[in-house]
């Protein structure tokens, strides 16, 4: 008894009782439309043998109407807002060139006959029923006013909780099927994949460029800025080149930053030249300034593809980095070859007293991973012996071949 009475006091019940009366605004220009035909062929009136025709007339006309109305993607989003708001259904974005494909144009002109025929109908019969119901008691019962008297009542108070829980069952069967029919197609769903896939790339490429660029110019300064600090007094001279090579960083963070934020607007005239390995030499200048002995052996890199030579670069930059803030003043090997096939970039340091080995990675190692990944390429990182080594393998020939073509 309990899911008789229930849906006569939940506002979820009229909400999709609004939905199908809806549908029954909706059904009445169908109707005149059908009359109107049924005039035409000077059909109305014929014997009951005459009514199958009437039907087919009706049915092929409805479902021509409807179908050429729902074909419209204006049509679609409305039903989509309707079904979101009275049917209390959530349904997941869709594309503007999903809205415009033929296939949701063709589910939507299914949705659009089931909230007219099925949906219109139940309202449509509701609105008709309790009007024509003291008509047919008088038919049934004649004159005696006490049985039709007593009939009404008996309608009342059956027959109208009865008629509301049959539209909230109806709406209910149409709140299940909106999502199939409402929805993204799986076509559809695929290419939202794709496009949240390549912004993922794309927001962790520029999470990369934020993290090496300016994460490397941060802790330059802050190292710098602390030794000019002690040595305020002591030696000038130094804290004259410490505050130079902090206007120089600040200069180049600067630039990075002004690159990546053309990034993010997709403003190319915004973006300013990346670095490359040509730069190697600024870099481990600016990490010398920091306090930490760099001794580098860069072979010859001008052959290799930019795509390479910019995320090596960026590679050094965050093992540079990561010296600085894990072992301290500490001296540093950095070695870059290339070879026939692929390039080297090796990065070494010995573990600075009281600092803590790392065993894993944080984002700045995740990022290298990423870098030498994209590439086809390898990378390791961790303690060999006393020493921490990162060590980077790039392939070079197939990109090379790529870029000749």
């Known amino acids: 008894m309990k899911f008789l009475v229930r849906p006569l006091f939940s506002m979820t019940t009229y909400r999709l009782w609004t939905f199908l009366l809806g549908g029954t605004a909706l059904l009445v220009p169908y109707l005149l439309i059908y009359a109107g035909l049924l005039q035409i062929m000077g059909t109305a009136g014929r014997l009951p043998a005459d009514q199958v025709l009437q ?26 807002t309707a079904a979101e708001t009275l049917l209390d259904v959530r349904l997941p974005e869709e594309t503007a060139e999903g809205m415009r494909s033929w296939r949701s144009r063709r589910r939507t002109a299914v949705w659009w006959a089931l909230h007219i025929g099925v949906g219109g109908g139940t309202g449509l019969a509701a ?37 509301i829980c049959l539209g909230a069952a109806v709406g209910a069967l149409l709140a299940r099927l909106a999502p199939a029919l409402l929805g993204p197609s799986p076509a559809d769903r695929l290419v939202q994949l794709e496009r949240r896939a390549e912004q993922l790339i794309e927001r962790n490429r520029l999470a990369r460029e934020l993290h090496d660029s300016i994460g490397h110019a941060l802790t330059v300064t802050t190292l710098q800025a602390g030794a000019a600090a002690r040595l305020l007094d002591a030696d000038p001279e130094f804290v004259r080149r410490a505050l130079s090579a902090i206007e120089e960083t600040g200069r180049t963070a600067l630039d990075d930053l002004d690159h990546v934020l053309g990034l993010l607007r997709e403003d190319p ?67 870059i070859e290339v070879r026939s096939d692929r390039l080297e970039l090796e990065v070494t ?12 990675g944080g984002s700045g190692l995740r990022g290298v991973r990423e870098r030498v990944a994209l590439l086809g390429g390898h990378s390791t990182a961790g303690l060999d012996g006393t020493r921490w080594r990162v060590h980077v393998t790039i392939p070079v020939v197939p990109l090379l071949e790529l870029e000749r073509q």
């Open 269 to 335: 005239s915004a973006r300013t030249p990346q670095r490359t390995l040509a730069d190697v030499a600024a870099l481990v200048e600016q990490t010398r300034a920091a306090g930490v002995e760099v001794r580098a052996e860069v072979g010859a890199t001008g052959g290799i593809p930019a795509v390479v030579s910019r995320e090596a670069y960026r590679i050094l930059q965050e093992a540079l980095t990561n010296v600085l803030r894990h072992a301290g003043k500490v001296s540093v090997d950095v070695r």
């Open 349 to 360: 340091n010995p573990v600075g007293s009281g600092a803590t080995p790392r065993t894993g």
């Open 127 to 163: 609105v008709i029923a309790l009007p024509v119901a003291p008509t047919l008691l008088r038919a049934v019962f004649g004159h005696s006013a006490a049985l039709v008297t007593g009939g009404a009542l008996l309608l009342g108070v059956l027959g109208l909780p009865l008629i």
């Open 55 to 80: 039907s087919a007339v009706m049915l092929l006309a409805y479902i021509a109407v409807s179908s050429a109305v729902a074909f419209i993607p204006a049509v679609r989003i409305l039903s989509r």
